[in-house]
């Protein structure tokens, strides 16, 4: 079936700090990817999306690039805030609609 | 509202009781989801609507757990005899797609069974 595995957290960043968040998958057929985000108190939010090979979903400067050949959807994003604190979660979609997430890699940048 | 809204926020019932858990979709959102989101996991998917049609319920983890959405918009989850493996967040997502890509999730409600 289906999977996602995504970097093990809790990571702790410097504002301003480069980040990574590694995601990998397992998908039959061609699936959609996505980044959600979900703020202390909140629901799941989507950050980004890509939806075929080599796309690059961006929001809020995080990046994503889809990439087929090593099955992977990389968050990055070049100088991190206070206000990135957050869970990220790597999910995926296929025609079946129903999407299959990550387990989450929780995050907290310092001042 | 502009969003998902799900009703209780919290719900703390006994072991042994029912409950029911709401969700109000986006208005005009075609399809209609349910996720159970363990603590410190990701959401897991339980079932599926397309308008008032139950397209998929493989996610149910057992026969305690029934979902309706009888007129394609406000949706009921429901859980008997609830079990103490039953607490976790509930999480209702609509979209205005019949064949969704994106979901729009709701705040959840923390169900927890003592």
Same mark, same amino acid.
């Given at each position: ?17 480069? %980040? ?12 959609? %990817? ?25 929001? !809020? ?5 889809? /990439? ?5 959807? &990389?968050?990055? !994003? ?13 999910? %995926?979609?296929?025609?079946?609609? !129903? ?13 | ?9 919290? !719900?703390?019932?006994? /072991? ?12 005009? &959102?075609?399809? %209609? ?47 008997? /005899? ?27 409600? /923390?169900?927890?069974?003592?």
């Amino acid at each position: 079936g289906d999977s996602v595995t995504q970097m093990e957290g809790p990571v702790t960043l410097s504002e301003e700090a480069f %980040l990574t968040i590694n995601c990998t998958y397992t998908a039959t057929g061609y699936p959609s %990817l996505f980044w959600y985000v979900q703020y202390p108190g909140e629901g799941l939010q989507l950050l980004l999306k890509a939806t075929k090979a080599d796309d690059k979903g961006s929001n !809020k400067g995080f990046e994503a690039t889809y /990439r087929k050949e090593t099955t992977s959807f &990389h968050l990055e !994003k070049g100088s991190v805030q206070v206000s990135d604190s957050a869970v990220y979660f790597c999910a %995926l979609n296929t025609n079946a609609g !129903k999407s299959t997430f990550g387990d989450g890699t929780t995050l907290t940048v310092k001042p | 509202g502009a969003g998902v809204s799900q009703s209780p926020r919290y !719900k703390v019932a006994k /072991r042994g009781q029912d409950v029911a858990l709401r969700c109000d979709p986006i208005s005009g &959102h075609v399809s %209609l989801f349910w996720y159970q989101q363990a603590l410190g996991q990701g959401p897991e998917f339980l079932t599926y609507f397309q308008n008032e049609a139950q397209l998929d319920k493989s996610g149910l983890p057992s026969d305690r757990f029934f979902a309706e959405r009888p007129e394609g918009s406000v949706s009921t989850l429901k859980i008997q /005899r609830t079990q103490q493996e039953d607490s976790a967040v509930y999480l209702c997502a609509s979209s205005p797609d019949r064949v969704p890509f994106q979901a729009f999730f709701g705040q959840g409600t /923390r169900l927890t069974v003592v």
